[in-house]
């Protein structure tokens, strides 16, 4: 299993550029999260990931995976029922099935991606059906090892921000604010973040919930 690679340098970074940072990198140590180098693969996990809860969405690919190899022509080839039989939507079919047939049609050179900035990358990945910025983004972390990845658009990032912060909201300002602190190394701050967000520092998030109308 090949894992996000990032070393104590990076981490020695983010806790001399902030002490709540440097607390969490303490407690939680190093983090072993799985990436796939596999582009096609990696893309089709993270549209099947959408909107959708993390038990969900690994239950689906778990299915799709017993179902048929992850290739373009192997995607293509399926019928929109066959895949919406393993618990993917209409929308995604219609999206996947897309993709995988601007691959094979030349018209999206998935192994240029590693020559791309990051920038570059987004643009590229955002002008195809069913990616937006957050998928892109997951690409961009989970199978091609960027190191300066931090998204809005993730519950979780902004949830561990939260946490870790002490924030009631993560306004845009603040978010802005925490993505210059980790920068260069986004990527290796969201592992943490995720980490806080699932509950490994044990915090509770400031959140405000919504009180229940009197009946």
Not at 120 to 132: H, S, T
Not at 157 to 167: D, P, S, T
Request: net charge neutral; with cysteine.
């Amino acid at each position: 299993m090949q894992t996000f690679q990032y070393d104590n340098s990076h981490t020695d970074y983010l806790a001399s550029r902030c002490p709540k940072m440097a607390m969490a990198i303490d407690k939680i140590g190093h983090i072993n999260r799985p990436v796939n180098p596999d582009i096609f693969s990696e893309l089709i996990r993270a549209i099947i990931g959408q909107q959708i809860s993390n038990s969900v969405a690994h239950t689906v690919w778990q299915r799709l995976m017993n179902l048929t190899d992850i290739t373009p022509t192997a995607i293509a080839n399926l019928s929109p029922d066959d895949l919406q039989g393993v618990g993917i939507s209409y929308r995604k079919v219609d999206y996947i099935q897309g993709i995988a047939c601007d691959i094979l049609d030349n018209q999206l050179d998935l192994d240029s991606l590693h020559t791309m900035s990051d920038d570059e990358i987004k643009q590229v990945l955002v002008a195809f059906k069913g990616v937006g910025e957050w998928t892109a983004q997951m690409l961009m972390i989970f199978s091609l090892n960027r190191m300066d990845v931090l998204s809005q658009h993730d519950l979780a990032i902004v949830r561990g921000l939260r946490m870790l912060y002490r924030h009631r909201e993560i306004t845009p300002k603040f978010f802005a604010k925490y993505q210059r602190r980790f920068a260069p190394y986004n990527s290796v701050a969201s592992l943490y973040l995720w980490a806080i967000a699932g509950g490994a520092l044990g915090l509770s998030d400031p959140k405000p919930t919504l009180k229940k109308a009197k009946s």
